[in-house]
């Protein structure tokens, strides 16, 4: 009887484990909100009718780029893989939702170029993300960036 209540143990056990490691990260990815627009509803139609009035080129890419991992300082949140930090050694993620994850192919999906760009340019509200237009990029390296962040797709 002992041995069987010890395998029981062990099994409920193993199966807990596996349970949270299956489930803590779509739990994670779900309290985010990444996958919900920042954007406000009454300025939604207008984000994402703004379209990139760049032709992409691998120049144009690299421009972006170097702002990411520059003078915009975006790894510094959303790391040089683009797939989020936490900011600080006591980020807070039950009162703050980490920064986003560029590489998460349902993201990327679900944002379209304009509302990228209008999240650059007004902040992401309910985040720590702060506006970034026209204080520390322009208009037309903001496109750069949305375009170096489209590269983090399946990274």
């Known amino acids: 009887?002992?041995?069987?209540?010890?395998?029981?143990?062990?099994?409920?056990?193993?199966?807990?484990?596996?349970?949270?490691?299956v489930s803590l990260p779509l739990a994670m990815h779900a309290y985010s909100g990444e996958l919900q627009s920042r954007v406000p509803h009454e300025q939604l139609e207008e984000a994402q009718s703004l379209k990139n009035p760049f032709t992409i080129t691998q120049t144009f890419m690299d421009q972006g780029r170097r702002l990411y991992e520059g003078r915009a300082f975006c790894w510094a949140c959303h790391g040089r893989d683009g797939q989020g930090l936490p900011v600080g050694p006591d980020y807070d993620t039950s009162a703050h939702p980490m920064p986003t994850n560029f590489a998460d192919g349902a993201w990327q999906t679900a944002r379209s170029d304009g509302e990228i760009f209008w999240i650059l340019k007004h902040g992401s509200h309910g985040t720590d993300m702060a506006s970034f237009l026209p204080q520390f990029v322009s208009d037309n390296e903001a496109w750069k960036l949305v375009t170096y962040l489209r590269s983090f797709q399946g990274t």
Do not use: G
Request: aromatic share 4%; with cysteine.
């Open 1 to 21: 009887m002992t041995n069987y209540l010890s395998r029981c143990i062990s099994l409920i056990s193993v199966m807990t484990m596996l349970t949270l490691l």
